[in-house]
């Protein structure tokens, strides 16, 4: 598609360093007092989750993901959403279809990464098989297993309630996703002890989220930030246990919300624990809001100056004491829309008559379909957010020139990287590429 020529939307609040400049800066900074910002001296992370179930139901698969160039401009991908029973344990749930698409379906040699079909007794066949090609394919991409999300943290209070039950929630966390003992469902050839060991070299909690705030049927007890902070403490101390067994570094990270009223639960501590946090950029206006807004603002926008920012929430947590580089900020690859938008503004801070039709998931559109959608595009540079109106919908989402601020706001603030959820979304890579050149300088 050919890029329009994209107007300004907004006045200037606040100086918006252009990337050159910010370049020379740094550079000088460097001649002056022989010091680098700390982003200069750790490559920043560039993150992406993979959807496991949008195999399934999208049909993306590792292979397209491979085809969209995205893996060589990753250091990591987080695998996305390992389950909590209800006894408050790691596991697959055989009800479900997530043991067929993750390591028993076989794989034609036209959709396999390495171009090769797969065998039926093989061990391990599936998405994990196909994760595994990939990573011989591109060696520097290391992998976490994400734990709970929006769907699957129900009970994660469960596990984190007591020290036996936190010592046991994180051992079989540990032996079904690191050391990769697979369980034999349906009479299929696939699992067993040690099958899927290696694939994973991490741990990303994403228990949304301790303190309330989140899915309507999770359980909930009033310790539950407390011993957060607890159960933490316990991964990081049986992956380093792990670690002088295997010989190899193991990750931990958490996955940290991006509004104010989600983010009073977190103490301090658990950066001490962390190799990193990702910060959820994202979400910050939707259909529950009357009125058109940004959803993934870096700074405050002048149409809504009460409404939550990156900005904003990265500040939070550096005053909880979270070293800077340890804050990796997360970026949409799906926007938010509104229709029935009046056309005062462009749109921003309207009216609306409701949500927009269903795009993705809900009122949602992945990236690459809002890159095609027609109508009048807008960048607000203080802001730091980006919109398309066509006279009736309204969306909302991060193009690669709001990517780049973002890039540059980490750089100069000496941040860990950026994140994006997730890749389908962005099945040409075009994102990921423009979140990889971004943190470069």
């Given at each position: 598609?050919?890029?329009?020529?994209?107007?300004s939307?907004?006045?200037?609040?606040?100086?918006?360093?252009?990337?050159?400049l910010?370049?020379?800066?740094?550079?000088?900074?460097?001649?002056i007092?022989?010091v680098?910002?700390?982003?200069?001296?750790?490559?920043?992370?560039r993150?992406?989750?993979?959807?496991?179930?949008?195999?399934?139901?999208?049909?993306?698969?590792?292979?397209?993901?491979d085809?969209?160039?995205?893996?060589?401009?990753?250091?990591?991908?987080?695998?996305?959403?390992?389950?909590?029973?209800?006894?408050?344990?790691?596991?697959?749930?055989?009800?479900h279809?997530?043991?067929w698409?993750?390591?028993?379906?076989?794989?034609?040699?036209?959709?396999?990464?390495?171009?090769?079909?797969?065998?039926?007794?093989?061990?391990?066949?599936?998405?994990?098989?196909?994760?595994?090609?990939?990573?011989?394919?591109?060696?520097?991409?290391r992998?976490?297993l994400?734990?709970?999300?929006?769907?699957?943290?129900?009970?994660?209070?469960?596990?984190?309630?007591?020290?036996?039950?936190?010592?046991?929630?994180?051992?079989?966390c540990?032996?079904?996703?690191?050391?990769?003992?697979?369980?034999?469902?349906?009479?299929?050839?696939?699992?067993?002890d040690?099958?899927?060991?290696?694939?994973?070299?991490?741990?990303?909690?994403?228990?949304?989220?301790p303190?309330?705030?989140?899915?309507?049927?999770?359980?909930?007890?009033?310790?539950?930030?407390?011993?957060?902070?607890?159960?933490?403490?316990?991964?990081?101390?049986?992956?380093?246990?792990?670690?002088?067994?295997?010989g190899?570094?193991?990750?931990?990270?958490?996955?940290?919300?991006?509004?104010?009223?989600?983010?009073?639960?977190?103490?301090?501590?658990?950066?001490?624990?962390?190799?990193?946090?990702?910060?959820?950029?994202?979400?910050?206006?939707?259909?529950?809001n009357?009125?058109?807004?940004?959803?993934?603002?870096?700074?405050?926008?002048?149409?809504?100056?009460?409404?939550?920012?990156?900005?904003?929430?990265?500040?939070?947590?550096?005053?909880?004491?979270?070293?800077?580089?340890?804050?990796?900020?997360?970026?949409?690859?799906?926007?938010?829309?509104?229709?029935?938008?009046?056309?005062?503004?462009?749109?921003?801070?309207?009216?609306?008559?409701?949500?927009?039709?269903?795009?993705?998931?809900?009122?949602?559109?992945?990236?690459?379909?809002?890159?095609?959608?027609?109508?009048?595009?807008?960048?607000?540079?203080e802001?730091?957010?980006y919109?398309?109106?066509?006279?009736?919908?309204?969306?909302?989402?991060?193009?690669p020139?709001v990517?780049?601020?973002k890039?540059?706001?980490v750089?100069?603030?000496?941040?860990?990287?950026?994140?994006?959820?997730?890749?389908?979304?962005?099945?040409?890579?075009?994102l990921?590429?423009?979140?990889?050149?971004?943190?470069?300088?």
């Amino acid at each position: 598609m050919t890029s329009p020529s994209v107007p300004s939307a907004g006045r200037r609040r606040r100086r918006r360093s252009p990337l050159v400049l910010g370049a020379a800066v740094v550079a000088a900074v460097v001649l002056i007092t022989g010091v680098f910002v700390v982003a200069t001296s750790k490559n920043p992370e560039r993150i992406g989750y993979f959807a496991d179930w949008n195999v399934a139901n999208r049909g993306y698969t590792v292979k397209e993901l491979d085809d969209s160039g995205a893996p060589e401009h990753l250091t990591r991908l987080m695998w996305a959403f390992g389950d909590v029973s209800s006894e408050g344990l790691c596991h697959i749930p055989g009800n479900h279809d997530q043991p067929w698409e993750l390591y028993q379906r076989r794989y034609d040699a036209q959709d396999s990464v390495d171009g090769r079909a797969d065998e039926y007794e093989q061990e391990l066949a599936g998405s994990l098989h196909q994760l595994r090609l990939l990573q011989e394919k591109h060696p520097h991409l290391r992998a976490s297993l994400s734990l709970g999300g929006w769907n699957w943290s129900k009970h994660f209070s469960v596990a984190a309630r007591t020290e036996e039950s936190r010592r046991e929630f994180v051992s079989s966390c540990l032996d079904l996703w690191l050391r990769g003992n697979l369980p034999v469902y349906e009479e299929e050839p696939q699992g067993g002890d040690g099958v899927a060991a290696g694939i994973f070299d991490g741990i990303d909690l994403d228990w949304e989220w301790p303190g309330g705030g989140g899915h309507p049927d999770n359980d909930e007890h009033p310790e539950d930030a407390a011993n957060f902070t607890l159960l933490v403490a316990e991964f990081r101390r049986q992956l380093d246990e792990l670690s002088r067994e295997t010989g190899r570094d193991h990750v931990l990270s958490v996955s940290l919300p991006g509004g104010s009223a989600d983010g009073r639960a977190y103490d301090g501590e658990i950066f001490d624990h962390l190799d990193f946090a990702t910060v959820q950029g994202y979400d910050f206006a939707g259909p529950w809001n009357e009125r058109t807004a940004f959803h993934s603002n870096l700074y405050t926008s002048a149409s809504r100056p009460e409404a939550d920012s990156v900005d904003q929430a990265v500040q939070r947590y550096l005053d909880l004491g979270a070293p800077p580089e340890k804050l990796v900020v997360g970026v949409p690859a799906f926007g938010r829309g509104w229709q029935g938008v009046g056309s005062t503004d462009e749109g921003l801070g309207q009216e609306a008559d409701g949500p927009a039709d269903d795009g993705y998931d809900g009122p949602t559109m992945a990236f690459s379909e809002l890159q095609e959608h027609e109508g009048r595009r807008f960048l607000d540079e203080e802001a730091g957010a980006y919109w398309v109106y066509d006279g009736d919908e309204w969306w909302t989402y991060d193009d690669p020139q709001v990517l780049a601020i973002k890039g540059e706001y980490v750089l100069e603030r000496g941040l860990g990287g950026l994140m994006v959820w997730n890749l389908d979304m962005d099945p040409t890579g075009e994102l990921v590429r423009a979140m990889d050149e971004s943190l470069r300088g």
